[in-house]
């Protein structure tokens, strides 16, 4: 079959975005791994490239240096969670729905990623400025999705209660990377979303 016109053209000049694309996502994926075992101090850029079968100055056409591969790190998750959590509000029909969605979404990411959760929890401070100052604000705007959404279905309840409850339901399913080896993904993932709910019914069970 000949190829419409143009189309390999296409496919030469997008391919290598594509590739590098997927070969920064790979080199973040082992470096979250490598970080949550042994530290940030405890390895090396020669360890990282190791672990992608390449050596540790062929990393610096991805990464300025280690530094700028934690910063995006933890900026990347950040994001996609941020817009994740927008997205997941703004397409539900009413509040209870958008609780169980962000429910099931942060479940699955906490799951699927404990190794970044390690690493945020314990490196955070090694990302430098602004960085660091851009993944806390885009995690403010994360938790902020979730207290709009428990001020609908809790209208009387302080705001300061709210953020304060979800911070702490958060932690709860943010604790995978010790729980989660526990038990198969998927009664892990009940679980955490029964915890979750149980304490997220209580909000408003206070001396406000």
Wanted: hydrophobic share 40%; proline share 6%; with cysteine.
């Amino acid at each position: 079959m000949t190829p419409a016109p143009g189309s390999a053209r296409r496919t030469r000049t997008t391919s290598p975005t594509r590739n590098r694309g997927s070969r920064r996502a790979e080199i973040l994926t082992e470096a979250a791994a490598l970080f949550a075992a042994r530290g940030f101090h405890g390895v090396s850029i020669e360890d990282i490239g190791a672990a992608v079968g390449t050596s540790g100055p062929a990393l610096y056409r991805h990464f300025a240096g280690k530094d700028a591969l934690l910063a995006e790190m933890l900026l990347d998750i950040s994001e996609r969670l941020r817009a994740s959590g927008d997205r997941l509000v703004t397409s539900a029909s009413g509040p209870e729905e958008a609780l169980d969605a962000l429910l099931t979404g942060h479940v699955a990411f906490a799951l699927e990623h404990p190794a970044l959760i390690t690493v945020h929890d314990r490196e955070l401070d090694n990302v430098p400025e602004p960085a660091r100052r851009a993944i806390r604000r885009l995690q403010r705007l994360y938790v902020e999705e979730w207290v709009t959404v428990l001020s609908e279905l809790h209208p009387s309840c302080p705001q300061a209660r709210l953020r304060a409850g979800t911070h702490a339901v958060l932690g709860l399913i943010n604790s995978t990377p010790h729980s989660a080896g526990e038990l198969p993904a998927e009664s892990m993932a009940a679980l955490l979303r029964t915890m979750a709910r149980t304490a997220l019914a209580s909000i408003e069970v206070s001396d406000h």
